[in-house]
């Protein structure tokens, strides 16, 4: 079992910049690829952004790329998603997500979730 806790969400105006932490606790943080998704209010979850267990690989929604970063700290089983020029249209619960092995952007290959924390973005 890994458990997942997202923060850093909040308001913030277009333009401007955020960065989400999601800290994990459980079983080896490293023996997992993580992801982030958002869901906007009345539509699905969408893939947003991966990166693999080393940290060495990372893959991004094209909606995002350019825009947002995603890293992971191993030795503090953390992994973040540096948010940067938001736009309103990025205003989302923003979730992260474990899985075992390789990177993926599907929800339903992910095994674990966080709560989830909120972005908006203002215009």
């Known amino acids: 079992q890994v458990q997942l806790v997202e923060s850093g969400g909040g308001l913030v105006q277009a333009g401007g910049s955020l960065r989400l932490s999601c800290a994990a606790s459980?079983?080896?943080?490293?023996?997992?690829?993580m992801g982030w998704f958002r869901q906007a209010l009345g539509k699905e979850r969408e893939f947003v952004a991966a990166?693999?267990?080393?940290?060495?690989?990372?893959y991004y929604a094209d909606s995002v790329k350019g825009r947002f970063t995603i890293s992971r700290d191993n030795a503090k089983n953390t992994v973040y998603l540096q948010m940067s020029s938001l736009k309103p249209e990025d205003t989302a619960v923003y979730y992260c997500a474990a899985k075992s092995l390789e990177m993926a952007t599907r929800v339903d290959e992910y095994d674990y979730w966080g709560q989830g924390t909120q972005v908006t973005v203002s215009s």
């Open positions: 459980g079983r080896a943080f490293s023996n997992y690829a």
């Open positions: 990166i693999s267990r080393s940290g060495f690989g990372t």
